[in-house]
């Protein structure tokens, strides 16, 4: 089945450092969707990608498809202690028309003020 | 409020037991899906349901899980006989549109003792 992992699995930054976090499938995606779980919360939706090569960016957050729609990134810029939690990646299995997200593996972060 | 609930926010069971959990998604919202969360694990798609029918279910899914959602409203989740390796967050997601960012419920967090 498909496979998605991202690296590292945790990242410590000091306050005002950036940060990125790679995800890998192991299947080309129609979409690569990103998730923050803060801890002891639940995921919250941030943002799909759809287009190959697509960059999407929020305040400091910026968001790239790779071109063979099969790797993505989220880099940060300035961290901030709001910052904290895991990011998640997620891509759709086509075999499940769609419905299906495969979760990657996450990556933690912690910031030292 | 507009989100999604899920209730209980946490359950301590014995071994054997039964357990059922609710999730109310978000009125508008046809799709719900369940997934289950280990600790420092991304989620693991568990069902979904298309309103009130349930169109996929993971191979994590055993016999003894089961999950309903009559009327194509809320749904429920059961799981019979209860093992420590049930012991999990238990998440709960809806969405209006195939392949787009899902809206989590806080979870239910599951301890098997």
């Known amino acids: 089945g498909q496979q998605v992992m991202q690296i590292p699995q945790y990242q410590h930054v000091q306050e005002g450092e950036d940060f990125t976090t790679y995800c890998n499938s192991s299947t080309t995606l129609s979409n690569i969707q990103w998730y923050k779980q803060r801890p002891g919360g639940h995921p919250v939706f941030l943002i799909q990608?759809?287009?190959?090569?697509e960059v999407k960016k929020q305040k400091r957050l910026t968001f790239q498809f790779g071109e063979a729609k099969k790797n993505s990134s989220l880099h940060i810029t300035a961290t901030q202690t709001t910052d904290v939690g895991t990011y998640f990646c997620?891509?759709?299995?086509?075999?499940?028309?769609?419905?299906?997200?495969?979760f990657g593996t996450g990556t933690r972060l912690t910031i030292i003020p | 409020d507009t989100g999604v609930s899920q209730d209980p926010r946490h359950k301590i069971t014995k071994r054997g037991q039964n357990v059922t959990f609710r999730c109310d998604p978000i009125s508008e919202h046809n799709r719900l899906y369940w997934y289950r969360q280990t600790l420092g694990q991304g989620p693991e798609f568990l069902t979904y349901?298309?309103?009130?029918?349930?169109?996929?279910k993971s191979r994590l899914l055993s016999d003894r899980f089961s999950a309903e959602r009559p009327k194509g409203s809320f749904s429920t989740l059961e799981i019979q006989r209860t093992e420590q390796g049930d012991s999990a967050m238990y998440l709960c997601a809806s969405g209006q549109r195939v392949n787009y960012g899902y809206t989590f419920g806080s979870g239910t967090r599951l301890t098997v003792v």
């Open positions: 997620a891509g759709p299995e086509s075999n499940f028309g769609n419905e299906k997200l495969t």
């Open positions: 349901f298309q309103n009130e029918a349930q169109l996929e």
């Open positions: 990608l759809v287009k190959s090569g």
